[in-house]
């Protein structure tokens, strides 16, 4: 337990300085000439790139252990942004937003591989899930605002400085407080409910249709985080950003808080979570009457039931093995959501509300949840 304090720790100061980026990337790219086709290209690019760098996590951290990657990752990403700081043309961004993609696409797949192997029940991987959410959501709270606050202060060259320097150091920190995972012992017996299938030694798999619902998640987080920054042309109005940011934190931190939450079943947490999701960006699609804070917050609330339950899921449809592969699946699945959001919005933004785009995406993906239970002899086991 004393490792997963350190890991949080470290987490919360990485996710801080990655999140503080959030709301001024996009007015950067402005400032550089970059129209908003451009910006939506770059921000997919970001994500794409996550690509190899999952699949190569996926059989890397089950092989060589979690900390490597973890140390790695954040070390890469603060040198990249250090050169970031430098840049003169979006042409030079974009190349640096895509390699920085491919280096912290190792950090997720390492963190989550980490904590899943040092719970000891069902009950205890669930809390630690949850836990991550927490500190991600802690940090993300109050980062955005202070990422705006900052560039508002200091400018976007040595705001970058700075958030690239506090990478490099919790990078240091990572390689001396944190143990290697590579040997800890498997609790995947305790951790995962008992099954015909893991108790005869068949190896089980975790059925493709599950990973529609984080495509569709960061599809729909890809258009906002494309979408909110374009109201930033002033300094007030980056700050207004940073703070809308915050609020969508602030929600998903008030639900990963309700830890009874974890008693019940992660598919159905993630079914209804998803639902609830795809009728928020509805409302904002149709301009509702509701104020966008409220909306954001709501948000904020339905990805807190999502992503812990969604975490828990794939462990138990994992059969408890191979944690670095299921969660480099599930970052792949992320990154290209990711990258598809921001692309259509940027180039269909003008015909079609993005938000209506992101609520389509998630519907889809809660009309083909239910039918992983067929295509897959575990989840069957689980669930009926």
């Known amino acids: 337990?004393?490792?997963?304090?350190?890991?949080?720790?470290?987490?919360?100061?990485?996710?801080?300085?990655?999140?503080?980026?959030?709301?001024?990337?996009?007015?950067?790219?402005?400032?550089?000439?970059?129209?908003?086709?451009?910006?939506?290209?770059?921000?997919?690019?970001?994500?794409?790139?996550?690509?190899?760098?999952?699949?190569?996590?996926?059989?890397?951290?089950?092989?060589?252990?979690?900390?490597?990657?973890?140390?790695?990752?954040?070390?890469?990403?603060?040198?990249?942004?250090?050169?970031q700081a430098q840049v003169s043309n979006p042409w030079q961004l974009l190349v640096l937003r895509s390699i920085s993609g491919f280096v912290l696409a190792?950090?997720?797949?390492?963190?989550?591989?980490?904590?899943?192997?040092?719970?000891?029940?069902?009950?205890?991987?669930?809390?630690?899930?949850?836990?991550?959410?927490?500190?991600?959501?802690?940090?993300?709270?109050?980062?955005?605002?202070?990422?705006?606050?900052?560039?508002?202060?200091?400018?976007?060259?040595?705001?970058?400085?700075?958030?690239?320097?506090?990478?490099?150091?919790?990078?240091?920190?990572?390689?001396?407080?944190?143990?290697?995972?590579?040997?800890?012992?498997?609790?995947?017996?305790?951790?995962?409910?008992?099954?015909?299938?893991?108790?005869?030694?068949v190896e089980t798999t975790v059925p493709w249709l599950i990973y529609t619902l984080p495509v569709a998640m960061a599809c729909a987080q890809g258009i906002l985080s494309f979408e909110l920054p374009l109201m930033a042309f002033t300094s007030d109005a980056l700050m207004t950003t940073g703070l809308l940011f915050s609020l969508v934190s602030f929600g998903s931190l008030i639900t990963l808080s309700m830890f009874f939450l974890n008693r019940y079943s992660p598919y159905y947490r993630s079914l209804l979570g998803a639902i609830c999701l795809a009728l928020t960006y509805f409302l904002m699609a149709a301009h509702s009457e509701l104020p966008l804070a409220i909306m954001l917050l709501l948000l904020g609330m339905c990805k807190g039931v999502i992503f812990p339950a969604l975490s828990s899921l794939l462990i138990e449809l994992s059969g408890g093995k191979r944690y670095g592969r299921t969660f480099s699946i599930l970052s792949i699945a992320f990154s290209i959501g990711a990258f598809l959001g921001p692309l259509l919005a940027g180039q269909l933004r003008d015909s079609i509300s993005p938000y209506f785009i992101a609520f389509i995406a998630l519907m889809l993906s809660v009309m083909i949840l239910p039918f992983h239970r067929t295509g897959s002899a575990s989840a069957r086991t689980h669930f009926t």
Request: glycine fraction near 8%; charged fraction near 10%.
């Open 106 to 201: 190792f950090l997720s797949p390492a963190c989550m591989a980490m904590l899943a192997k040092m719970a000891r029940n069902q009950l205890e991987q669930g809390k630690l899930m949850a836990g991550n959410g927490v500190v991600h959501n802690l940090a993300s709270v109050v980062s955005p605002a202070a990422g705006a606050f900052l560039v508002a202060q200091i400018g976007f060259t040595h705001a970058f400085y700075l958030l690239g320097w506090i990478l490099i150091v919790v990078s240091l920190c990572a390689m001396l407080f944190l143990h290697n995972d590579k040997d800890a012992p498997d609790n995947s017996a305790a951790v995962v409910p008992d099954s015909s299938a893991a108790a005869a030694g």
């Open 1 to 83: 337990m004393k490792t997963a304090i350190w890991l949080y720790l470290f987490l919360f100061v990485a996710f801080f300085d990655l999140h503080a980026q959030y709301p001024i990337l996009t007015p950067f790219a402005l400032s550089l000439g970059a129209a908003p086709s451009f910006i939506g290209l770059m921000m997919g690019l970001y994500s794409i790139t996550h690509l190899p760098g999952n699949l190569i996590a996926g059989y890397s951290v089950d092989r060589y252990g979690s900390r490597l990657f973890i140390v790695c990752s954040l070390l890469l990403a603060g040198v990249v942004l250090l050169l």
